[in-house]
């Protein structure tokens, strides 16, 4: 792996930006003393063992922590996004041994900590006694073999799924990534996709590093910010994404004229935004297409066709039911051979081809073929329109319904859905179009299928949650009739866990009193007014999904007050007095109880 920096001399960048300046011979130092404190924080570990890699703020720590893995023996593994419940899923897997971050959480192997106090580095066990005897400093830039990393789908149409790579698979498209997209000695790369990304790792890590380029520290995302740090370092090669590069047509003239190149991958980019930011910053996209699975394919420039060209060594051809199938170095060793991808194609000159979108993309909806992708591209170049997305959810009787949610602050909801109904046959014009301030997108730009379904109140399979809990009738005490019990159960799938909270559900205090304890009341005390004061009320334990509870009731008809109580099992969950307020408060009450 020494090749990597090959181009470098030692006082030569590697990296730039807000956290300072590092050269070649920074890297090297930096790799060796990571490698040192893995190797004393994991002195046994099994074959294949993995560190995690949880990197928010800064590349060059990434970059060092990949680095010294690989040069501890160690693969990483690269998370498809940073939030909490994904992070703490990733922990649990066997073949993960230790975390190497740059976020202020505590524990584990914080780099940038670990960069600026070197000799801080834990022992495997702080409890177990005196630290073991010093580590001899890895030897930097070597690779694991044979693995080195597992990456991670985004679940833009599914469960996330892990992918490993080799070492070889990945120098290899390096390497051919460097013959491909010739780049000078010294360039310097902004980029706008995180490195756990594998493009993003590719285009904005390795190949930087193989060409004896530089790289951005930071990720900027706004349009604003790509501008000021393009233009500061005079940097030539921007490494982004569609969503991005849509946004970036605010970018006034002049700003990008540094720039030599530009990268796009992970989606398709729309022919309108490639022909409008050629024409603003004077510098044409170079699209790259791959899959996490296949690795790079194949790549084109927009200004030159439509057509994609394979990458050196990649073969293409279309099958009988017109998916694309692929013959790569890139792909797993024991993969089978052509890969047949959910992609679908139309074979071209010279082993080219031209993309016609996912074998899922298009859907019957009512009887009819919708091409999903060329409904989102007509939104997409509608006026005032900046991003959209389209999904389609099952629908009985119908095989599939859509959904559109759609960024378009100045535009009106009417009249988009005029505008669709009027280019599209109306019956399958999405049934619900939401205009929204933001998609949740990923940092790599991808939209997790999961979190789009949430955005219109579905559970992942595309299906509305319960709406209610399942609570069996009250039964009142044999002897004393102001003490009434019921039992309850918390569907898995209950609409209010939606929120509370993502990875962690908990059935909140409101949801109890709104949706549980107050119905149950007014079932047994219908001449009682509305709830009026809580009293002594204390939520004790967690209420989970599928949980069965049993709820004790003590009613006080003098005061109008309900003692309440509930159960999961032996354990307390809540507890607490709610008084309502009197017949003689409640008009419409007292008339009803009125003979």
């Not at 679940?155 to 000078?184: C, H, I, N, Y």
């Not at 591209?377 to 006026?383: D, G, K, S, T, V």
Request: include cysteine.
């Amino acid at each position: 792996m020494n090749e990597l920096l090959r181009h470098h001399r030692a006082e030569d960048l590697v990296a730039f930006g807000e956290g300072g300046p590092r050269t070649a011979a920074d890297l090297r130092r930096d790799v060796t003393t990571v490698a040192a404190a893995i190797e004393a924080s994991l002195p046994e570990r099994s074959p294949g063992t993995h560190v995690l890699m949880v990197f928010d703020n800064d590349r060059y720590a990434f970059t060092v922590a990949l680095l010294g893995a690989w040069s501890a023996g160690l693969a990483v593994a690269l998370p498809p996004n940073g939030r909490a419940q994904t992070i703490a899923a990733l922990m649990q897997r066997p073949e993960v041994g230790g975390l190497l971050h740059d976020t202020g959480a505590g524990g584990h192997l914080q780099v940038p900590q670990l960069l600026a106090e070197p000799t801080a580095y834990p022992a495997a066990d702080p409890t177990a006694g005196p630290a073991p005897e010093p580590v001899k400093p890895a030897a930097p830039l070597s690779l694991p073999d044979p693995l080195a990393a597992t990456v991670f789908t985004s679940g833009t149409t599914g469960d996330s799924e892990a992918w490993p790579k080799t070492a070889a698979q990945l120098l290899d498209e390096v390497r051919v990534q460097a013959q491909t997209f010739p780049v000078e000695p010294g360039g310097r790369a902004v980029v706008t996709v995180p490195p756990a990304h594998l493009y993003g790792l590719l285009f904005g890590v390795l190949l930087p590093l193989y060409t004896g380029g530089a790289f951005l520290r930071e990720t900027p995302l706004l349009p604003e910010a790509v501008a000021s740090r393009v233009e500061a370092v005079k940097a030539d090669t921007l490494v982004s994404v569609p969503v991005h590069l849509r946004t970036a047509q605010t970018i006034a003239p002049g700003h990008l004229a540094s720039l030599r190149r530009v990268f796009s991958s992970t989606a398709p980019l729309d022919e309108a935004t490639a022909r409008s930011f050629a024409q603003t910053h004077g510098v044409p996209i170079t699209e790259v297409f791959g899959s996490t699975e296949t690795g790079g394919i194949a790549w084109r420039r927009r200004d030159q066709g439509d057509r994609w060209n394979p990458l050196a060594g990649v073969s293409v051809s279309v099958d009988a039911r017109g998916h694309l199938r692929v013959d790569s170095p890139f792909l797993p060793p024991d993969a089978e051979r052509p890969w047949t991808t959910a992609d679908l194609a139309e074979a071209g000159p010279e082993g080219s081809f031209i993309h016609r979108g996912r074998a899922d993309g298009v859907v019957k909806v009512g009887g009819r073929r919708v091409s999903l992708p060329q409904m989102q591209r007509w939104l997409l170049a509608q006026p005032g329109v900046l991003d959209a997305e389209i999904i389609a959810v099952p629908a009985p009787g119908r095989g599939v319904r859509l959904l559109a949610a759609v960024v378009a602050p100045d535009q009106d909801e009417d009249a988009l859905r005029r505008a669709m109904q009027e280019h599209f046959v109306p019956s399958t014009v999405p049934r619900r179009l939401r205009l929204v301030d933001r998609l949740p997108r990923e940092p790599s730009g991808k939209l997790p299928r999961r979190m789009l379904l949430a955005m219109f109140g579905l559970r992942p399979d595309g299906t509305p949650p319960s709406p209610r809990l399942e609570v069996d009738a009250p039964v009142v005490h044999p002897d004393d009739p102001t003490v009434v019990t019921a039992s309850a159960r918390v569907p898995t799938d209950y609409v209010y866990f939606d929120g509370h909270f993502d990875g962690y559900p908990i059935l909140a205090g409101v949801v109890q009193l709104h949706e549980l304890l107050v119905p149950l009341v007014e079932q047994l005390r219908p001449q009682w007014g509305p709830l009026r004061e809580l009293l002594r009320v204390k939520f004790l334990g967690r209420i989970v999904p599928g949980d069965a509870l049993s709820i004790t009731l003590r009613l006080d008809v003098q005061r109008s007050d309900c003692d309440f109580e509930i159960h999961r099992g032996s354990t307390r969950c809540s507890a607490g007095r709610l008084r309502f307020a009197p017949v003689a408060a409640s008009p419409g009450a007292q008339k009803a109880a009125t003979p």
